[in-house]
């Protein structure tokens, strides 16, 4: 299925490339791995502030990173053109912004590879990461990176 359909069919409009807020660049592509860098999730054009644990639950922080993952896809369109000439999903690094006594950065981080699986299908389903993490610039609840392959 062409990942457009899919994900007007999910409702979804993708954002433009965010501009970096720091001195770095949204994306670096060698050879046929596309790096983009991380994203902090955003809410209502602002980042989302939270922890898990203290002020977020899981189900919060799952909604926040599929949020995430839909900049990400924004940024993966502005890089590529298509996103069509995406061969794969290749690995995911979340970082949720968490309490010490809480252990479900795995479970925030589904709402976000959920989300490439349903779009991307089989090219979708990755290798990840998900750390918990004291802090987040800006105070923001998650941050995700991703490498993707390109066809």
Same mark, same amino acid.
């Given at each position: 299925? @062409?990942?457009?359909?899919?994900? @007007?069919?999910?409702?979804?409009? =993708?954002?433009?490339?965010?501009?970096?807020?720091?001195?770095?660049?949204?994306? +670096?592509?060698?050879?046929?791995?596309?790096?983009? !860098?991380?994203?902090?999730?955003?809410?209502?054009?602002?980042?989302?502030?939270?922890?898990?644990?203290?002020?977020?639950?899981?189900?919060?922080?799952?909604?926040?990173?599929?949020?995430?993952?839909?900049? =990400? =896809?924004?940024?993966?369109?502005?890089?590529?053109?298509?996103?069509?000439?995406?061969?794969?999903?290749?690995?995911?690094? !979340?970082?949720?912004? !968490?309490?010490?006594?809480?252990?479900?950065?795995? =479970?925030?981080? @589904?709402?976000?590879?959920?989300?490439?699986?349903?779009?991307?299908?089989?090219?979708?389903?990755?290798?990840? !990461?998900?750390?918990?993490?004291?802090?987040?610039?800006?105070?923001?609840? +998650?941050?995700?990176?991703?490498?993707?392959?390109?066809?």
């Amino acid at each position: 299925m @062409n990942v457009y359909d899919k994900l @007007n069919e999910l409702g979804i409009t =993708l954002p433009p490339v965010a501009t970096p807020a720091a001195a770095y660049v949204p994306y +670096v592509q060698t050879g046929k791995l596309l790096m983009l !860098s991380g994203h902090i999730a955003r809410k209502d054009g602002k980042p989302w502030v939270g922890q898990l644990g203290l002020n977020m639950n899981t189900a919060e922080g799952q909604l926040a990173a599929r949020a995430v993952a839909i900049d =990400l =896809l924004g940024t993966l369109h502005g890089a590529t053109g298509d996103l069509n000439k995406i061969q794969r999903i290749v690995k995911l690094m !979340s970082l949720v912004n !968490s309490t010490g006594d809480f252990t479900e950065q795995h =479970l925030v981080t @589904n709402g976000a590879s959920e989300l490439l699986g349903q779009v991307f299908g089989e090219r979708g389903v990755h290798a990840r !990461s998900a750390f918990g993490v004291a802090q987040i610039p800006l105070g923001a609840c +998650v941050e995700i990176e991703l490498i993707a392959e390109l066809a």
